[in-house]
């Protein structure tokens, strides 16, 4: 008997674009005999609607102005997976038996939306609210892989709204120095990210930072290339790609514009590494996803320095399903196509 999924796209975050992006490629992927498929939408305000339309509509963020979208409710209190969709004839039940929430940064990979589903008795795809939370907030990443003890990772200092701006610039120069990296804690995809190299640089950096998020990590700048490695998990069974080698050309960095809308950016699968680097990235970036209890997928991002040394960035739990997105790339080359890598997730989650 088919199983009802939701696709959760949109979302209140600052990464929206990004979604109807990833959603419009997993839709136009995923097994339709295999799934009754249930399109809920999030529009930037924070109203859910049940989507019935064309998605070319999403691709195009037109699909909240279509007559194919029902209001929707969710109750947590039922605990038994049930939507409720709102028609001029009345309200239709339906029992959901999993959710795949494409929804990047805030209001979705960072736990909430996971734990409101946990509430409602749905299985959703990837990591639970837990680990979404914490792989969200870099600083407490950080925390924790520390604890592995022989991966390395750029120093830091963290601060918090309302912090003394002065006293957090003079601590960065002296434990970092220049250039260093400005990041909200708890932002994904690049998005409020900024390379500074002199004071005034760095006091505009963090104004522009505390827009996304009241704690923000400021990050000492390493030299080298960015490398990526894709994680598939499948109770308590690892997937682990070979890394991806990410070339930004004459971008300053890695950043959002670089990622999702130019073409600025080139990339090599595999990675141009020795073979013993190649297995210990992947080693690592198994024992980071395991350290952090992530479930499903993830993409964990390790910067490769010119002396050769791997020094972890960050982990991705709801990783850019777009057409250049990584994760996607990395998993076709393990033999994993975008389609089966989607059935994989979802059969997982359902397992698990």
């Given at each position: 008997?088919?199983?009802?999924?939701?696709?959760?796209?949109?979302?209140?975050?600052?990464?929206?674009?990004?979604?109807?992006?990833?959603?419009?490629?997993?839709?136009?992927?995923?097994?339709?005999?295999?799934?009754?498929?249930?399109?809920?939408?999030?529009?930037?305000?924070?109203?859910?609607?049940?989507?019935?339309?064309?998605?070319?509509?999403?691709?195009?963020?037109?699909?909240?102005?279509?007559?194919?979208?029902?209001?929707?409710?969710?109750?947590?209190?039922?605990?038994?997976?049930?939507?409720?969709?709102?028609?001029?004839?009345?309200?239709?039940?339906?029992?959901?038996?999993?959710?795949?929430?494409?929804?990047?940064?805030?209001?979705?990979?960072?736990?909430?939306?996971?734990?409101?589903?946990?509430?409602?008795?749905?299985?959703?795809?990837?990591?639970?609210?837990?680990?979404?939370?914490?792989?969200?907030?870099?600083?407490?990443?950080?925390?924790?892989?520390?604890?592995?003890?022989?991966?390395?990772?750029?120093?830091?200092?963290?601060?918090?709204?309302?912090?003394?701006?002065?006293?957090?610039?003079?601590?960065?120069?002296?434990?970092?120095?220049?250039?260093?990296?400005?990041?909200?804690?708890?932002?994904?995809?690049?998005?409020?990210?900024?390379?500074?190299?002199?004071?005034?640089?760095?006091?505009?950096?963090?104004?522009?930072?505390?827009?996304?998020?009241?704690?923000?990590?400021?990050?000492e700048m390493i030299s080298g290339c960015e490398v990526e490695v894709?994680?598939?998990?499948?109770?308590?069974?690892?997937?682990?790609?070979?890394?991806?080698?990410?070339?930004?050309?004459?971008?300053?960095?890695?950043?959002?514009?670089?990622?999702?809308?130019?073409?600025?950016?080139?990339?090599?699968?595999?990675?141009?590494?020795?073979d013993e680097k190649t297995r210990l990235v992947r080693k690592n970036?198994?024992?980071?996803?395991?350290?952090?209890?992530?479930?499903?997928?993830?993409?964990?991002?390790?910067?490769?320095?010119?002396?050769?040394?791997?020094?972890?960035?960050?982990?991705?739990?709801?990783?850019?399903?777009?057409?250049?997105?990584?994760?996607?790339?990395?998993?076709?080359?393990?033999?994993?196509?975008?389609?089966?890598?989607?059935?994989?997730l979802i059969t997982s989650a359902l397992n698990a």
């Open positions: 008997m088919k199983k009802n999924i939701a696709i959760i796209f949109g979302g209140k975050s600052s990464e929206y674009e990004v979604s109807l992006s990833s959603s419009y490629a997993l839709l136009s992927n995923i097994d339709r005999e295999k799934y009754n498929l249930y399109t809920v939408g999030i529009t930037r305000e924070g109203a859910w609607y049940l989507y019935e339309g064309d998605i070319e509509d999403i691709r195009s963020n037109t699909w909240y102005k279509s007559d194919k979208v029902s209001r929707l409710l969710i109750s947590p209190d039922n605990g038994e997976g049930k939507i409720y969709v709102l028609r001029d004839g009345g309200v239709d039940e339906i029992r959901l038996d999993g959710v795949f929430p494409m929804l990047h940064g805030k209001f979705g990979e960072d736990g909430q939306i996971q734990g409101l589903l946990s509430v409602m008795g749905v299985p959703v795809v990837g990591c639970p609210h837990a680990s979404s939370a914490v792989c969200m907030d870099k600083a407490m990443t950080k925390a924790i892989v520390r604890e592995l003890g022989d991966i390395r990772q750029a120093a830091s200092v963290t601060m918090r709204a309302g912090d003394d701006v002065s006293i957090t610039a003079v601590e960065c120069e002296a434990k970092l120095g220049y250039p260093m990296f400005v990041k909200p804690a708890c932002a994904g995809s690049s998005v409020g990210i900024s390379k500074v190299r002199t004071r005034e640089e760095l006091l505009r950096a963090i104004e522009i930072a505390l827009r996304e998020d009241t704690k923000l990590i400021i990050e894709a994680v598939l998990e499948e109770g308590g069974k690892y997937t682990v790609s070979f890394p991806a080698e990410i070339d930004v050309g004459a971008s300053d960095f890695y950043d959002y514009e670089t990622k999702y809308v130019s073409d600025a950016s080139s990339y090599y699968i595999p990675a141009r590494l020795p970036a198994e024992r980071i996803f395991r350290a952090l209890d992530c479930r499903g997928f993830s993409r964990v991002d390790f910067f490769f320095t010119h002396e050769g040394e791997f020094v972890f960035n960050e982990i991705n739990t709801i990783p850019g399903f777009t057409p250049i997105s990584m994760y996607p790339k990395l998993m076709i080359h393990s033999g994993i196509s975008y389609s089966e890598l989607i059935d994989r």
